[in-house]
């Protein structure tokens, strides 16, 4: 009997080593059975919900023992749905029932339906470990209970393309500098700013540049973040783009609208980016301040006409006196003048040091 007794913990041993999954499972399924361990799954919302919305599926682990390793989340694969694990960490509690504390972590899946119809999510599998008391901690496998919720598209948005599905969404447009007094070779930059609570940055619109003659447009790259505050996600898409005027003349940038459906409200709503005209005439700030430089006062002009008169006046008596003067006398006084100026044009120091001396040699 000893021997048999002795074979069998033998044999539960090398299963347990060989098969620890299948021995873990059992545990866990027996703290299951034994109301020791339990798992529910829960929609928010459930109802009126429309593609693009997003839906929070909470998984909540509960345990009157205590957890003894990190929770592992499989996320699955629904056509038609994207679901995402944006927190990293459970929300963790307790709760006394019954005259027993039960620890509680609460996990949270985000899911965005892509399009309209009935969808399962579930079961989902998460890999615990949970102490069980007197024989020590166990790992296994838990399934959630699956989850359904229908999607449809309301009256109101059947005739549109795209929507924003959030409780909150804002459109913002701001320019660098003023419009006013533009010329040809301006340069001015426009931003337009996408925000909205509960969807993804890649849900947001898009805004389309519209090429014009004589105003030429040089969008940026886009630049979207994703962020987590509190459990509410926030999502935010930032456009720019430069603007150069090519030539005088009016120019518009377009109004748009961006149909948003308030899942607070459960109501469509209109943003609009208003539109923005734009007068360009005469020439530019640069191209102004060039031709100030150019440009001569009376006063300069005046001076110059008294100085040109001054000068004609002086050549007008110089030629008188030389009249005057005999042809000899007038011969030398030019011959003096001559050799005065050739002498002035010489330098002033000798083309060679000690002129004269063997130096020069």
Known sequence: ???????LARAAITFAICFPSLAFSAS????????????????????????GQKVTLTLEIATDR?????????IPE???LVILQTEQFASNASETQNGQTWVIQRWTLDIYPQRAGDFTVGPISLQVQVNAGETGEVKGELLSPSAQFRVTIPESLEQIEQWVAAPVFTVHQRFDSTLANLAEGDAFEQEIIFEASDVLAMMLPTYEVEQQPGLKAYPSPVEQSNSVNRGETLARRHFRISYVVEQTGQFSLPAREYSWWNTKTAELELLSVPATTIVVAGVSAAEEATARSFTISPRQIMLIIISLIGLALIGRVAKACLQRLPQIQATALLSSLASRWQALRKPALASRLNPGSSAED
């Open 1 to 7: 009997m000893k021997r048999r007794l002795h074979w």
């Open 28 to 51: 866990i399924e027996q703290l299951l059975r034994s109301g020791n361990l339990r798992i529910d799954s829960a929609l928010a919302p459930d109802t009126l919900i429309v593609p």
């Open 66 to 74: 205590w957890f003894t390793g990190g929770t592992r989340i499989g």
């Open 78 to 80: 629904v056509p038609g």
